[in-house]
């Protein structure tokens, strides 16, 4: 059983969706987990809950778009907990658009969060993990990574640059014992994708994605947090530089 006692975990954008999926995950197979989130009362709900699994969480509350953010993320955790062994890229925004309805200042935000703060997190905690001669990076990416999307052209295109800079890391730090891959979800049911689209009720939008789906079905946020605590675990310590699916067939038609 995939266990992560004495681990040190970061999860961005842990205060909803995927992420938090992904920190109770975590918290479920002993992490010390490292929140980040940027509010702050999501955020100490998130922290009380996943103390009540018995595992020692802390809230980072914190705007990846601001640049000094991951040096403050690496020295609370540092201090909180001595070392940094997984860190998982998840926070990221969705704004829907074609090259002529995007504009630049949401061109230049998409790519900002979507892919910059994952360079920006690495840049910060590499080091650490160099130093250890271990750890483990999990970038969440998308299925819209591994191809193209109508309507989503700068989402798009930060997830396959955010796939790229995956396989890149994983060659130079290889050698390091650093290990870094990506999952690719498919649609899943969390407020992004019920906020991208605005007509019909919940249940009704849900059924229309599922209906492009070989799986017949959106995916839970926990079955995307299956897939990530794997990766992130020693359990895939032969993995680096992947980049994988997780989407119920999508991207294999
Ligand atoms: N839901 C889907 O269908 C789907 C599909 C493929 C990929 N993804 C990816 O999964 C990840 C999680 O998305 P989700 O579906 O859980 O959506 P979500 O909106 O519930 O979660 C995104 C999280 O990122 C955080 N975030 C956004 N901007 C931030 C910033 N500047 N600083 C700090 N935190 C910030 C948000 O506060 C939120 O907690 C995203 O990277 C998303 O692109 C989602």
Redesign the pocket.
């Known amino acids: 059983m995939i266990n992560f006692e004495g681990k040190t975990c970061i999860v961005?954008?842990?205060?909803?969706?995927?992420?938090?999926?992904i920190a109770t995950k975590l918290a479920s197979r002993r992490a010390n987990l490292v929140v980040?989130?940027?509010?702050e009362a999501?955020g100490q709900e998130a922290v009380a809950r996943l103390s009540r699994e018995g595992v020692k969480s802390v809230l980072v509350t914190?705007?990846?778009?601001?640049a000094a953010?991951p040096a403050l993320i690496r020295e609370r955790t540092l201090e909180t907990f001595g070392r940094i062994d997984v860190l998982i890229?998840?926070?990221?925004?969705?704004i829907n658009g074609s090259v002529l309805e995007c504009s630049e200042v949401d061109w230049d935000r998409t790519l900002?969060?979507?892919l910059s703060?994952a360079f920006r997190m690495s840049r910060a905690i590499l080091p650490t993990m160099i130093a250890q001669r271990a750890g483990s990076i999990v970038n969440?990416?998308?299925?819209?990574a591994l191809m193209g999307a109508k309507n989503a052209t700068a989402?798009c295109v930060s997830?396959a640059a955010l796939a790229q800079l995956t396989r890149c890391m994983a060659l130079d730090f290889a050698a390091d014992g650093v290990r870094v891959n990506a999952i690719?979800?498919?649609?899943?049911?969390?407020?992004?994708?019920d906020?991208?689209f605005k007509d019909g009720d919940h249940a009704s939008k849900m059924a229309v994605l599922a209906a492009g789906i070989p799986l017949g079905r959106?995916?839970r946020?926990d079955e995307?947090a299956n897939a990530t605590v794997f990766l992130a675990s020693d359990e895939a310590s032969f993995m680096t530089g992947a980049l994988i699916p997780v989407?119920g067939g999508t991207s294999a038609q």
């Open positions: 961005t954008g842990a205060t909803s969706g995927i992420g938090l999926a980040v989130g940027r509010n999501r914190a705007d990846l778009a601001d953010a890229n998840n926070a990221g925004i969705l900002d969060i979507n703060s969440i990416a998308s299925d819209w989402y997830k690719c979800p498919g649609d899943t049911d969390t407020p992004m994708l906020q991208a959106v995916a946020a995307i989407d």
